[in-house]
């Protein structure tokens, strides 16, 4: 019996909500394995932490997570403190302390699902987004000066490295490859941003030497949005920098019918250290405590989890149970029009677990 070991990270507002719902579903399934099990370790960091203590997490809290084979992570955002702080305090910590530099989205429309995209076929739109997670936009490089002076200035610089580029084009070729369609659109944005952007796409053409079967376009990020929408079925993978794919998964998100149906997982694919897997939407304080957030973007982010532990029959039958449970209109969420709980839809997955 292989015992895996998972952290669970709830952080802030429904966080604690849909993160205990897929440490259950976890635990379903582990009763029913003989072949595998849990052992969780909670890690309450997150706004409530950080106003007693004035970090997000403790300065030694990524020594607590390296032995672990998961991590399951809620969200980072609290109203009263201020954006930045939540998120480079916590979740960019992790992602960076980890070198998960792979965030990775796929986007389908589950059964069920009434999505805004009327005029394509539910399976037109079955994506998966390779969001560059370690530098570009999201660096950290720039600074202000001459505050509150009419001089003042501020830079927010987006750096790209051969090493960063190289690494999430080969892993997004490699990732396209394993998929039937074969097919990867490259974004960019490089007619306007004429040094990183170039070296991207320059970059993009030696990596695709490696994979002769790749079949793979450039598109620019703002043609993307409206590709997404108009021809949904002409893309597979994409590929993006950290800020254009953070856009165009939320879009994508939206489009597929709810933010609280998508999943991410944030990955070093060297498998290092731990890879860490959530939901894309964030705390969402307008629903908490109400019993009300939709948990099923958690549960895909599970399934998620799973296939990067190498559980794949353990994948297929969540998934099952996910696509069992938003078929039905008395199991949705208010994002989805319906009216169940998170508990309900728990409920009823781990039900579809055991019954399975
Ligand atoms: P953050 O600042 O951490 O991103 P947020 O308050 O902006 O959090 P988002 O997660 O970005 O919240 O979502 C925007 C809105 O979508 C929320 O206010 C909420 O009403 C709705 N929403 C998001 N996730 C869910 C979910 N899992 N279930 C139901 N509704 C959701
Ligand atoms: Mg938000």
Redo the contacts with the bound molecule.
């Keep these: 019996m292989k015992t895996y070991k998972i952290a669970t990270i709830p952080g802030?507002?429904?966080g604690k909500e849909?993160v205990p719902a897929g440490q259950q579903v976890l635990q379903a399934l582990a009763a029913q394995s003989k072949t595998f099990d849990f052992e969780f370790e909670d890690f309450a960091w997150g706004g409530d932490y950080y106003r007693k203590h004035g970090l997000m997490m403790p300065e030694d809290g990524l020594d607590a997570l390296r032995d672990k084979d998961a991590i399951l992570f809620g969200?980072?955002?609290d109203?009263d403190i201020p954006?930045h702080i939540?998120l480079w305090g916590l979740r960019l910590k992790i992602c960076q302390g980890f070198d998960q530099y792979a965030n990775v989205r796929p986007t389908r429309i589950l059964p069920g699902i009434d999505a805004p995209l009327k005029r394509c076929k539910p399976e037109d739109l079955n994506w998966v987004i390779v969001r560059e997670n370690s530098e570009g936009e999201y660096a950290g490089v720039g600074g202000r000066v001459h505050q509150g002076h009419p001089l003042e200035a501020a830079t927010d610089v987006s750096m790209m490295t051969r090493m960063g580029v190289e690494r999430i084009m080969r892993f997004a070729f490699q990732l396209a490859q394993s998929r039937p369609r074969k097919l990867l659109t490259v974004v960019t944005k490089s007619n306007a941003q004429r040094h990183a952007m170039v070296m991207w796409d320059q970059i993009a053409l030696e990596v695709s030497k490696e994979f002769p079967d790749v079949h793979w376009d450039k598109e620019l990020v703002d043609a993307a949005t409206a590709r997404m929408v108009n021809e949904p079925a002409s893309l597979d993978t994409i590929v993006a920098t950290n800020l254009h794919a953070d856009i165009l998964s939320d879009l994508a998100a939206a489009l597929a019918g709810?933010?609280?149906?998508a999943p991410t997982g944030n990955i070093d694919p060297e498998r290092r250290y731990p890879s860490m897997f959530e939901?894309?939407?964030?705390?969402?304080?307008?629903?908490m405590g109400k019993g009300?957030?939709?948990?099923?973007?958690?549960f895909w982010s599970v399934v998620m989890l799973l296939e990067h532990l190498g559980e794949i029959e353990a994948t297929t039958r969540v998934m099952n149970a996910l696509e069992k449970i938003t078929a039905d209109p008395l199991l949705q969420?208010?994002?989805l029009g319906g009216t169940a709980t998170t508990v309900q839809v728990t409920e009823a997955v781990c039900e579809a677990l055991s019954s399975a």
Excluded: K
Aim: overall charge negative; proline content about 9%; glycine content about 18%.
């Design positions: 802030d507002g429904i849909v969200s980072a955002g109203p954006d939540t709810s933010l609280g149906i939901p894309i939407h964030g705390s969402a304080f307008d629903i009300l957030a939709n948990p099923v973007g958690t969420t208010g994002d």
